[in-house]
């Protein structure tokens, strides 16, 4: 597999990836008329597809990047993908407490690419 695709396509994956997780665990908050055993059954199918692009995400970026730089690229992914679900989906708004909080979580991430101190 050529080096480009070693970098970008786990990134690739794990936004597909979070997309899936994100309707998994809060796209049920819109639905408030059905029993919880239904919503966990049906939030589990939809993770199992989450699984199907996270697992090969991680496998193939390993071969570019440290775990520690997958889970923190992850993190930043779900909060991305999850900022723009709550908004679009939810009808939530993104307050000011919220992004400092998003961009404290991504200067984490920062450090955690940029190696020794």
Do not use: C, D
Not at 25 to 45: D, M
Not at 46 to 75: C, D, H, S
């Amino acid at each position: 597999m050529p080096a480009i695709w070693t970098a970008v396509l786990p990134v690739l994956l794990l936004v597909a990836s979070n997309v899936f997780m994100t309707f998994a665990w809060y796209g049920h908050l819109k639905v408030e008329h059905r029993p919880l055993w239904i919503i966990v059954l049906v939030s589990w199918g939809i993770a199992f597809f989450e699984y199907w692009l996270a697992v090969p995400a991680n496998r193939i970026g390993r071969l570019t990047y440290e775990p520690a730089e997958l889970k923190a690229m992850q993190e930043v992914i779900t909060l991305a993908v999850f900022a723009v679900f709550s908004v679009a989906y939810l009808g939530e708004k993104i307050t000011v407490n919220h992004a400092v909080g998003f961009v404290l979580i991504a200067a984490g991430a920062f450090f955690v690419f940029k190696g020794p101190l």
